[in-house]
C-alpha cells in the first residue's frame, strides 16, 4: 500500500469509525446471529490476487457488522465496561503507525520510559503508595531517573499487560520467587504452594494456579462475610496458620476491590496485617474499581495499600477511557518479578541492558515482544487530564445511583445493594413464586431484553440468589440511556410468564 | 472527543504516520538517546486539565521520536523484521475503533468467527495439515461451520496469540494436560516433568518451563550437530528413554523451523518419529521461518509436520506484513487445549457456550479478555493475495541471497551459511588475530556500525565465533539498502582499531 492509498484509505477508515460511533443505537447491542452465520458469509478460500480496501469496508458492514456486539452502545450494560476513547484509538494508531518492539529498553528507550512515566503519573493520580513508582515518589527532587534506579534508591514501579489475569500471573510467579529463593523456576515446583482468594475473586486467579503448576486444588478459599461478601481476615489467618503448620509454603493472597460479580470490597487493610505476619505477598486485585481512585471521594478504596500490598492491578481499558489492552500492574519491589523471568540469551544482550541503568520491560511479562502501549494511556491522560477522568467516574457512579434510586423504590424489584462504583445489582422480586422458578424467571427475563437488542445485561448469583448485574460506565451512556434501560426491565418483566 | 474533533485529529494521525514512513530513511536506524533521555523531556505530573490533541503530537515529535529505534527503517537489519503494512494497520485501527472484546463467542460473534477462518486460510496458504483447520480441511464439501465442529469432526484449529512466546507456555499446558490427565492443573506438579529443546531453541521454552513450575532444570537440552546446529533426533531418544526410566514424564519437544540465532532447522520428520515412539506432544516453532511456505518452493519447511506435529506457530507480526502482535498457533487437537485452560464463573455463562457449537477462544489463551486482532489478518490476505504475500518473501530471500553472494565473495568475510531464508550470518575474518581479539572486533563492528545510524543489526554466537546478524524482510528494504549496508560494513570493518 502506497503511502498515498494508505492516507486515502486511512480517512476512510478514520470516517467510518466516527460514523459507527455515531449511529452505533441504530445496531441492536448484543449481536443477534447464530452460531455459523458470519463464518457463512466468508470465503472458504484465501484469494489468490489482492483486492482493493473498498471491497474489504463493505464486507465490514455486511459479514462482520451484524456478528458485533456493540461494547460502546450506550446500551451496553452487561460485564464491565470496555471503554474506548478518541484519544485512546489515536494513541494506538499511533504505536501501530510507528511499529516498535519495545522488548528491550535499547530496543525503543522511548518505548519504555514512557511507560515508566505514564504509569507512574497513574500512580499519583490514583493516589497509589510512593513505593509503586518507579522513584519512588522522589522525582521532585530534581534528577534523572530514566531507568528508574535513581530517585533515592526506588525498587518499584509500574508496567502495562495486557489483561488483569496476565498480571496476577505475574504477581504470582514474583511471589513464588520471594517465597522459594526461585526454587520453584529453576528446579520446579517439588513442594505444596497455596494461593488464598474468596469465592468472590475474579476466575484468572485459579486459572493462573493451574498455569503455574499450583494447582486449583491448592487454591485456598476463604470464608466471605454472607452479607457483604467481603473476605474474611480471621478464616485467612486460620488457613495460613493451618496450612504453614501442615508443611505449605503460602505464596499469595488475593484481595480483590470491586469483585466482579458485585464490586464487593475485601477488608485489605485487615487482610494486610494478617499477610505480614505470615510473610505473604499481597496482590490487590482492583482491576474494574481502581480507575474511581481517580476522584479523592473514593481514595478510601486504597486503604491499606501503603503499609501492606505488594502488587496491585487495574484496567484502564474498563473503566478509564483506554482500549483494551492496558492493565496497570505495579510492584513495590521489582526484583522478584524480575528474577522470576529474566532469560538473557545472547541474540539479546546489549550494553543498556548489561549497565544496569534501564529497565527491559520484557522481564515483567511473560512474553518477550511488546507493543507501544504507553502511547494510548498517554494521550489519554493527557487528552482529559485528572480532571476529565474524574468526570468520567463520577458521571458513572451518578447514573448507577440515580437508577439504585429507582429500583429501591419500585416495591415488584430488590435491590442487592446501594452501588459503590458503576454497578446495579438486582432482582424483580417475583413475589410469591419459590427461589427456584423466580431465579429462573430473572434469567428469562435477561434473555428476552438481550434478545430485544434495546439493551445488553449479563447475570451474576450472590447470596444464593440470581441478579441482573447492570454496569454503567460507558463513555457514550447518559441519563436517557439508564432511564430507558429500567423502562424496558420493568416492561419487560411484566410479559416474563412466570406461576406455569 | 467529539466525532468531529475524531474526524479532524484521526486525519492527522494519518498523514503523520505517512510523512513518518515517507521521510523514515532521515532518522538514525537505532536511537541514540541515553538512558534518561525520554523520560527527561516529559513532565514530572500528569495534567490537572485535558490539553488538545496537537500538544500531543508535537511532544511526539520533540520528546518521543529521538528514543525510537526505528524498525521500519529499510536499514533495520536487526534482530527479525517485525513487518508493519498499511492493511494491517488499518485493520487494527478498525478493531480500536470497534472496541469489543471477544473473550466468548457470545461477547462478539465476529471475532471468534473471522480469527477460526481467517487461521484456515492462514493454514491454506502456508498448506499446513488439514487437521490444523478447524473444519479439519473439509469445508469443500459444503455446510455450516461456524463454531468449527461440523465438516467431519474435526477436532484442531487455529487461535491468535500475542506472541510466540504465549504460543509455546499454551502448547506447554495443553501438552501437560494430555501427559498427566490434568493433574498437575488440578493437583499441581508433583512429579517430574520433562521439555526436550535444543541449545539453539528460543528463550521463551526455558521462560515457560518456569512459568509453569516445571523448572528450568527440567528442560533437557537436546544435542545439536555442530555444523547445521539442529537437533540430534538419536539423542532425543536416548534422553527421552532415560528420563521415563528414570520416572519422569516426558511432556513436549519443541523443533524449531528457523532459529532465532541462525535459522537452523531441526529435523521435523525424524524428530517427530521419536515423539511418537515416546508419545510425547510435538510443538514446532517456525515464530520466524514459517512464513515462508507461502512459497511453493518452501513448502519443504513442512516436512514431518502431517504425520507428527501436534502444535505449530509462526508469526504473521514477523515477516508476514501485519504489525504486532499477531502470532499464529494451531492445534491438532483442542480438547488439552480447553481442558488446561477452560474455568467458567457464573458471570460467564451464556447459551451458545453451553451448547457446545462455538468456541470461546478465552480458553485457547492464557488471558480473558483479547482484542479483534483477526481483522488486521484479514486485511492483510485481502489485500495482498498469495501473489502478494509470496512476493514479500522472495524479494527478502532474494535480496539474502544477493548479500551473501557479496560476502563469500569477498575474501576479507567469513559467510557463516548460504541463507536458507532473509538472514544472513557473517564475521570478518581479522587474519592474524586470535579469536578471542576476532570476537571483540566484530562485536566492535557492530558497535560502531549502530552508533552511525545507517544501519542497525546484531550478533549471535554460533560455532564457538561471534557472528553478525543481518536480517532482510523489512516491507521497505529494498536493493539498494541492503547494497549500502554491505558497502558500510565493509568501510567501517577497515576502521575498526584490532591489533593493539
Same mark, same amino acid.
Given at each position: 500500500?502506497?503511502?498515498?492509498?494508505?492516507?486515502?484509505?486511512?480517512?476512510?477508515?478514520?470516517?467510518?469509525?466516527?460514523?459507527?460511533?455515531?449511529?452505533?443505537?441504530?445496531?441492536?447491542?448484543?449481536?443477534?446471529?447464530?452460531?455459523?452465520?458470519?463464518?457463512?458469509?466468508?470465503?472458504?478460500?484465501?484469494?489468490?490476487?489482492?483486492?482493493? +480496501?473498498?471491497?474489504?469496508?463493505?464486507?465490514?458492514?455486511?459479514?462482520?457488522?451484524?456478528?458485533?456486539?456493540?461494547?460502546?452502545?450506550?446500551?451496553?450494560?452487561?460485564?464491565?465496561?470496555?471503554?474506548?476513547?478518541?484519544?485512546?484509538?489515536?494513541?494506538?494508531?499511533?504505536?501501530?503507525?510507528?511499529?516498535?518492539?519495545?522488548?528491550?529498553?535499547?530496543?525503543?528507550?522511548?518505548?519504555?520510559?514512557?511507560?515508566?512515566?505514564?504509569?507512574?503519573?497513574?500512580?499519583?493520580?490514583?493516589?497509589?503508595?510512593?513505593?509503586?513508582?518507579?522513584?519512588?515518589?522522589?522525582?521532585?527532587?530534581?534528577?534523572?531517573?530514566?531507568?528508574?534506579?535513581?530517585?533515592?534508591?526506588?525498587?518499584?514501579?509500574?508496567?502495562?499487560?495486557?489483561?488483569?489475569?496476565?498480571?496476577?500471573?505475574?504477581?504470582?510467579?514474583?511471589?513464588?520467587?520471594?517465597?522459594?529463593?526461585?526454587?520453584?523456576?529453576?528446579?520446579?515446583?517439588?513442594?505444596?504452594?497455596?494461593?488464598?482468594?474468596?469465592?468472590?475473586?475474579?476466575?484468572?486467579?485459579?486459572?493462573?494456579?493451574?498455569?503455574?503448576?499450583?494447582?486449583?486444588?491448592?487454591?485456598?478459599?476463604?470464608?466471605?462475610?454472607?452479607?457483604?461478601?467481603?473476605?474474611?481476615?480471621?478464616?485467612?489467618?486460620?488457613?495460613?496458620?493451618?496450612?504453614?503448620?501442615?508443611?505449605?509454603?503460602?505464596?499469595?493472597?488475593?484481595?480483590?476491590?470491586?469483585?466482579?460479580?458485585?464490586?464487593?470490597?475485601?477488608?485489605?487493610?485487615?487482610?494486610?496485617?494478617?499477610?505480614?505476619?505470615?510473610?505473604?505477598?499481597?496482590?490487590?486485585?482492583?482491576?474494574?474499581?481502581?480507575?474511581?481512585?481517580?476522584?479523592?471521594?473514593?481514595?478510601?478504596?486504597?486503604?491499606?495499600?501503603?503499609?501492606?500490598?505488594?502488587?496491585?492491578?487495574?484496567?484502564?481499558?474498563?473503566?478509564?477511557?483506554?482500549?483494551?489492552?492496558?492493565?496497570?500492574?505495579?510492584?513495590?519491589?521489582?526484583?522478584?518479578?524480575?528474577?522470576?523471568?529474566?532469560?538473557?540469551?545472547?541474540? !539479546?544482550?546489549?550494553?543498556?541492558?548489561?549497565?544496569?541503568?534501564?529497565?527491559?520491560?520484557?522481564?515483567?511479562?511473560?512474553?518477550?515482544?511488546?507493543?507501544?502501549?504507553?502511547?494510548?494511556?498517554?494521550?489519554?491522560?493527557?487528552?482529559?487530564?485528572?480532571?476529565?477522568?474524574?468526570?468520567?467516574?463520577?458521571?458513572?457512579?451518578?447514573?448507577?445511583?440515580?437508577?439504585?434510586?429507582?429500583?429501591?423504590?419500585?416495591?415488584? +424489584?430488590?435491590?442487592?445493594?446501594?452501588?459503590? +462504583?458503576?454497578?446495579?445489582?438486582?432482582?424483580?422480586?417475583?413475589?410469591?413464586?419459590?427461589?427456584?422458578?423466580?431465579?429462573?424467571?430473572?434469567?428469562?427475563?435477561?434473555?428476552?431484553?438481550?434478545?430485544?437488542?434495546?439493551?445488553? !445485561?449479563?447475570?451474576?448469583?450472590?447470596?444464593?440468589?440470581?441478579?441482573?448485574?447492570?454496569?454503567?460506565?460507558?463513555?457514550?451512556?447518559?441519563?436517557?440511556?439508564?432511564?430507558?434501560?429500567?423502562?424496558?426491565?420493568?416492561?419487560?418483566?411484566?410479559?416474563?410468564?412466570?406461576?406455569?
Amino acid at each position: 500500500m502506497t503511502p498515498d492509498e494508505f492516507r486515502r484509505y486511512g480517512k476512510q477508515v478514520i470516517d467510518w469509525i466516527a460514523d459507527y460511533h455515531e449511529k452505533i443505537e441504530s445496531y441492536p447491542v448484543l449481536s443477534q446471529v447464530r452460531p455459523g452465520e458470519v463464518a457463512a458469509g466468508l470465503p472458504d478460500h484465501p484469494p489468490e490476487r489482492g483486492e482493493g +480496501f473498498d471491497a474489504l469496508l463493505a464486507d465490514l458492514d455486511r459479514v462482520i457488522m451484524p456478528g458485533i456486539t456493540h461494547w460502546q452502545h450506550p446500551g451496553f450494560f452487561a460485564y464491565f465496561p470496555s471503554n474506548v476513547s478518541g484519544p485512546a484509538i489515536l494513541g494506538d494508531l499511533l504505536s501501530a503507525g510507528i511499529g516498535i518492539q519495545g522488548m528491550l529498553w535499547a530496543t525503543s528507550p522511548a518505548c519504555t520510559e514512557l511507560e515508566t512515566r505514564v504509569l507512574d503519573w497513574l500512580a499519583e493520580l490514583l493516589d497509589l503508595p510512593a513505593r509503586f513508582r518507579s522513584d519512588g515518589g522522589g522525582r521532585d527532587g530534581g534528577g534523572r531517573d530514566g531507568g528508574g534506579r535513581d530517585g533515592g534508591g526506588a525498587v518499584g514501579g509500574g508496567v502495562i499487560q495486557d489483561s488483569a489475569s496476565s498480571a496476577c500471573l505475574v504477581a504470582i510467579l514474583a511471589a513464588l520467587e520471594r517465597a522459594g529463593g526461585g526454587a520453584a523456576a529453576r528446579a520446579g515446583i517439588a513442594r505444596r504452594y497455596t494461593l488464598y482468594v474468596s469465592s468472590q475473586t475474579h476466575s484468572s486467579l485459579e486459572k493462573a494456579a493451574r498455569i503455574t503448576g499450583i494447582g486449583a486444588a491448592n487454591v485456598r478459599v476463604v470464608d466471605v462475610d454472607p452479607v457483604t461478601l467481603a473476605m474474611d481476615p480471621a478464616h485467612l489467618d486460620a488457613l495460613l496458620t493451618e496450612d504453614t503448620a501442615a508443611g505449605a509454603v503460602p505464596v499469595l493472597v488475593c484481595a480483590t476491590v470491586g469483585t466482579t460479580s458485585t464490586t464487593a470490597i475485601d477488608p485489605v487493610p485487615e487482610i494486610g496485617a494478617v499477610c505480614r505476619d505470615h510473610g505473604v505477598w499481597l496482590h490487590v486485585d482492583a482491576a474494574y474499581a481502581g480507575a474511581a481512585a481517580v476522584c479523592p471521594e473514593f481514595r478510601w478504596i486504597n486503604a491499606g495499600m501503603e503499609e501492606y500490598a505488594d502488587s496491585y492491578a487495574t484496567n484502564p481499558h474498563k473503566w478509564l477511557l483506554t482500549n483494551f489492552d492496558c492493565t496497570a500492574l505495579w510492584v513495590a519491589d521489582r526484583q522478584p518479578l524480575i528474577g522470576a523471568l529474566s532469560i538473557l540469551p545472547e541474540y !539479546l544482550r546489549n550494553t543498556a541492558t548489561t549497565s544496569g541503568e534501564v529497565i527491559d520491560y520484557r522481564d515483567w511479562q511473560i512474553s518477550l515482544g511488546r507493543r507501544f502501549r504507553a502511547l494510548k494511556l498517554w494521550s489519554v491522560i493527557r487528552w482529559y487530564g485528572a480532571e476529565g477522568l474524574r468526570e468520567h467516574i463520577r458521571t458513572g457512579v451518578g447514573l448507577a445511583r440515580d437508577l439504585a434510586g429507582w429500583i429501591r423504590d419500585d416495591p415488584d +424489584f430488590e435491590l442487592f445493594e446501594d452501588p459503590t +462504583f458503576g454497578l446495579v445489582c438486582f432482582r424483580p422480586r417475583w413475589e410469591g413464586l419459590p427461589d427456584e422458578e423466580a431465579d429462573a424467571a430473572t434469567l428469562s427475563l435477561m434473555e428476552r431484553l438481550n434478545a430485544s437488542g434495546d439493551l445488553y !445485561l449479563t447475570h451474576t448469583k450472590a447470596r444464593g440468589r440470581v441478579l441482573l448485574r447492570l454496569a454503567v460506565g460507558g463513555p457514550a451512556t447518559v441519563d436517557r440511556h439508564v432511564r430507558t434501560a429500567w423502562e424496558r426491565v420493568r416492561q419487560e418483566a411484566g410479559q416474563v410468564p412466570v406461576g406455569r
